[in-house]
């Protein structure tokens, strides 16, 4: 296993029947040898710094359905809110405070927000932050929506594909969402000229090893600027509630290998890992990752933004995350920056 770890190393790349092989024999031995290579790599790119972005989850109306999603539009238990673009800019003004240079606009796919909207907020946004980045978490749209967008002055864009395994995509959605024109989005952000990231849920429910070697070769192959990965995690509200959670262990697997796949990508270490795991944002940072995005969003909103049980920090103020995150990344060696933290070309 650690020859094909080296050859990983070496080529930024396997096949996909040494992938499998990989993701259902790894050990601790094997772990532990891809975290000291990960991290190696992560340090020539970045030194110790860990980049912060601030979320702010601005809707959770959403007309889509996904089966994992606690906003699924199936989901009536839910108390539906949306911010304000005065919200939202008092939001950015918080996060400025703190250090952050980059903000993340995320929700669901919420036709209030009409283009209209989403420009206007953007285009405040820009001219409020001009030193900052925006990045847009608001799902499927077509190009000129896309463009629009950028133009008015949003820079990066996250969009998982979620598995890139056409049968498994179907299972985990209903039939109003395809595989192919999440890709298809994604292509079209790249040409735009956004930073993209894209990435996918870890044991999400019907997800084998196969499905995961194929994620790992379209990452490859779209050769996105950002890849986010984190642990699937049922919600009680939705078709999934009964399904188990992703594993940790293997997602920090993984981390660890995409770190050697696209060695200078940004790769959050996500929320769902610190919530299986108190101490999964710190073990992501030492598997690879080297990007943290804590909840700026206003306290009151934040519990009812559930995609998954539990999920950590909706109690907390923005001021609060900021210093625990902070100590948590020096508890480790590293420190967090404030820096707008851009995708720099190898
Ligand atoms: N609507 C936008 C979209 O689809 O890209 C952005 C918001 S969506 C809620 C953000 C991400 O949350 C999804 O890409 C998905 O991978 C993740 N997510 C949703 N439900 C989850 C769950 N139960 N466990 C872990 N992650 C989940
Ligand atoms: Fe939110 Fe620790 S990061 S409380």
Redesign the pocket.
């Known amino acids: 296993m650690r020859e094909l770890i080296d050859k990983l190393y070496k080529n930024h790349n396997l096949e996909k029947e040494e992938f499998i092989y990989l993701i259902e024999n790894f050990d601790k031995d094997t772990s532990e040898y891809l975290f000291s290579l990960a991290q190696t790599t992560s340090q020539e790119h970045f030194q110790k710094e860990v980049y912060i972005r601030g979320l702010i989850e601005f809707t959770n109306y959403?007309k889509?359905d996904?089966y994992?999603?606690?906003?699924r539009r199936g989901n009536k238990n839910v108390s539906r809110y949306r911010l304000s673009k005065e919200e939202i800019l008092s939001c950015c003004q918080n996060g400025y405070e703190l250090g952050f240079r980059t903000f993340v606009l995320?929700?669901?796919?919420d036709p209030a927000f009409t283009d209209e909207i989403m420009v206007d907020i953007i285009k405040a946004m820009r001219e409020g932050y001009p030193d900052c980045a925006i990045t847009l978490?608001?799902?499927?749209k077509s190009y000129d929506q896309y463009q629009a967008y950028y133009e008015a002055g949003a820079n990066r864009f996250?969009?998982?594909h979620?598995t890139a395994n056409e049968e498994h995509y179907k299972k985990l959605h209903p039939e109003s969402l395809s595989l192919e024109n999440r890709k298809e989005c994604l292509r079209n952000l790249k040409k735009i000229g956004y930073q993209v990231g894209t990435?996918?849920?870890v044991g999400s429910p019907y997800q084998t090893p196969e499905c995961l070697a194929e994620d790992l070769a379209f990452i490859k192959e779209l050769s996105p600027q950002m890849v986010g990965i984190?642990?699937?995690?049922?919600?009680k509200e939705?078709p999934?509630k009964d399904f188990p959670a992703g594993s940790m262990d293997l997602t920090l697997f993984l981390i660890g290998m995409l770190r050697l796949m696209i060695p200078n990508a940004l790769i959050p270490a996500t929320t769902?890992l610190g919530t299986i795991d108190p101490k999964g944002r710190e073990k992501g940072i030492l598997s690879g990752s080297n990007v943290l995005m804590p909840n700026l969003s206003p306290i009151g909103v934040r519990k009812k933004y559930e995609?998954?049980d539990n999920k950590i920090c909706t109690g907390e103020e923005a001021a609060e995350c900021n210093v625990c995150l902070r100590n948590r990344v020096s508890s480790i060696g590293y420190n967090v920056v404030e820096k707008r933290g851009d995708f720099v070309e190898i």
């Not at 994992?68 to 906003?71: E, K, P, S, T, V």
């Not at 995320?106 to 796919?109: D, K, L, S, T």
């Open positions: 959403c889509n996904c994992y999603c606690g906003i995320q929700g669901g796919e978490s608001i799902g499927e996250l969009l998982r979620e990435g996918f849920m984190g642990p699937f995690i049922p919600h939705t999934f769902a995609l998954y």
